[in-house]
C-alpha cells in the first residue's frame, strides 16, 4: 500500500490528503518538485521523500530551516503512520507510511 501524507499550514485551517508514489517526490519552491511547498521558509529543493519496497523516508537537503520529524531535526528518517513532519509552516501527517519492522523471534 502507498503512503498518505496529509498536508497542512499554519496559515489556513484547511489540509490535503495526497497519496505518494514510488519512487523519489522532490519537495521545495522549485518549478521541478512534486511535493511544491509556496513559503519563503521553504528551500527552493528542500528535500524529499523516498518510497521503495514498503519504506518511505524523508532527507533534508542541506537546506536553511531544516527538516524535523516529531519535533527532532533530521537529515534523513525512516516514517511511520502518525510521525509528523515539518518544512518551515508546513506540517505533513503521515497517515500511511513504512510498513512496520518485523519482530522476528527465534
Known amino acids: 500500500m502507498q503512503p498518505v501524507i496529509q ?3 499554519s496559515r ?3 489540509s ?5 508514489g514510488k519512487g523519489r517526490t522532490q519537495i521545495g519552491r522549485g518549478a521541478g518538485c512534486g511535493l ?3 513559503h519563503q521558509g521553504v528551500s527552493r529543493d528542500h528535500g524529499a521523500f523516498t518510497y521503495y519496497i514498503g519504506l518511505l523516508m524523508v532527507e533534508d537537503h542541506d537546506s536553511t530551516n531544516g527538516i524535523f520529524v516529531n519535533g527532532v531535526r533530521v537529515k534523513r528518517q525512516v516514517l511511520y503512520a502518525g510521525d509528523r ?3 518551515g509552516p508546513i506540517e505533513i501527517y503521515i497517515q500511511k507510511g513504512s510498513a512496520a ?3 522476528a523471534t527465534a
Open 7 to 9: 498536508l497542512r499550514s
Open 85 to 87: 513532519v515539518t518544512v
Open 36 to 38: 511544491r511547498l509556496q
Open 12 to 14: 489556513t485551517s484547511a
Open 16 to 20: 490535503s490528503l495526497l497519496q505518494l
Open 101 to 103: 519492522p518485523s519482530t
